[in-house]
């Protein structure tokens, strides 16, 4: 199952996040771990030493938080959220990142 939300940046912002995994997860399942991974939308290139270097914190058990930053002006990037939980399943939550282009 996956789940797709979307948020609009610009370059300079630096922010965490938040992503609850709670309608997935069954029965006393978990968070044990988590990956970020960001592409850019258009060309599929990985950006994520860019746009999301540090690991992904999980501040509970069900939620999964990643930071991002960077970016280029006039690009869609897509993260690709992945947590792992105490039942070996893997549950997939993507974020549509807008950064558009700077206008006067």
């Known amino acids: ?3 797709r939300t979307g948020y609009t940046k610009f370059p300079s912002e630096d922010y965490a996040v938040t ?3 709670v ?5 006393g399942e978990t968070v044990v771990s988590a990956t970020c991974t960001v592409r850019n939308a258009r060309t599929g290139e990985d ?3 860019l746009m999301a270097p540090a690991s992904p914190t999980l ?3 069900q939620t999964v938080a990643c930071r991002i930053q960077a970016g280029v002006e006039d690009n869609l990037y897509v ?3 992945v947590a792992t939980t105490s039942a070996g399943n893997k549950y997939e939550h993507w974020i549509d990142i807008d950064v558009p282009a700077f206008r006067t």
Do not use: E, Y
């Not at 309608?23 to 029965?27: A, E, R």
């Open 47 to 49: 950006v994520s030493g």
């Open 23 to 27: 309608p997935m997860l069954k029965g």
């Open 59 to 61: 501040p509970d058990a």
């Open 19 to 21: 992503i609850s995994f």
């Open 1 to 3: 199952m996956i789940r």
């Open 79 to 81: 993260a690709q959220v």
